[in-house]
């Protein structure tokens, strides 16, 4: 797997501080889906830590994103 760069997680940490003020504003899906993307970067960052440590959060960010797609319009 390739390496991600500290710019990427910059960015990653960006997109999922996007996400909550997005979220605060009123847009709840979009500002979930910026989140789920953020956190999935930064636990595929973590491929070389313990097992626990690096799926719980994929694992999360996954839900996160279903709940965002499962969630009705007009919120």
Same mark, same amino acid.
């Given at each position: 797997? *390739?390496?991600?760069?500290? @710019?990427? +997680? *910059?960015?990653?940490?960006?997109?999922?501080?996007?996400?909550?003020?997005?979220?605060?504003?009123? #847009?709840? *899906?979009?500002?979930? +889906?910026?989140?789920?993307?953020?956190?999935?970067?930064?636990?595929?960052?973590?491929?070389?830590?313990?097992? #626990?440590? *690096?799926y @719980?959060p994929?694992?999360? &960010?996954?839900?996160? #994103?279903?709940?965002?797609? &499962? @969630?009705?319009?007009?919120?």
């Open positions: 797997m *390739r390496a991600i760069t500290p @710019l990427q +997680l *910059r960015i990653a940490y960006i997109v999922i501080a996007l996400g909550v003020l997005i979220g605060i504003v009123g #847009f709840v *899906r979009s500002g979930a +889906l910026l989140i789920s993307a953020g956190t999935g970067v930064i636990a595929l960052s973590q491929w070389k830590s313990r097992s #626990f440590e *690096r @719980l994929l694992a999360i &960010a996954v839900v996160l #994103f279903g709940l965002a797609i &499962a @969630l009705p319009n007009g919120l």
